[in-house]
Nanobody, 121 residues
Framework: QVQLVESGGGLAQPGGSLRLSCAAS????????MSWARQAPGKGLEWVSG????????LYADSVRGRFTISRDNAKNTVYLQMNSLKPEDTALYYC??????????????WGQGTQVTVSS
């Protein structure tokens, strides 16, 4: 019943920007914190950013702080990740994940299929 569908990935040049979206359904979206995580080929899942249920408090991994911005629109059941100043090391499959409470604890119970982000050339 819970569904998370990511979109917006693609190819970007170093220094470029992409905006990822995650459409959520099957749960009371406004009650839960949401996070973005990513996985590069041959590497484990890395937490990237999280946003509390109310949308006013955010948290970022050191590797993306100052470059990425997470936001949400509870009326649209959608969470976003604006990625600026992209680096080749940002290349990964990006997942939208539902946190297990209203707070970002980096503990997830559902996640989407992922959207590929490639930064090169």
């Amino acid at each position: 019943q819970v569904q998370l569908v990511e979109s917006g990935g693609g190819l970007a040049q170093p220094g470029g920007s992409l905006r990822l979206s995650c459409a959520a359904s099957g749960f009371t979206f406004s009650n839960y914190a949401m996070s973005w995580a990513r996985q590069a080929p041959g590497k484990g899942l890395e937490w990237v950013s999280g946003i509390w249920s109310g949308g006013t408090v955010t948290l970022y991994a050191d590797s993306v702080r100052g470059r990425f911005t997470i936001s949400r629109d509870n009326a649209k059941n959608t969470v976003y990740l604006q990625m600026n100043s992209l680096k080749p090391e940002d290349t990964a499959l990006y997942y939208c994940a539902k946190e297990t409470s209203s707070s970002v604890t980096r503990e997830y119970d559902y996640w989407g299929q992922g959207t590929q982000v490639t930064v090169s050339s």
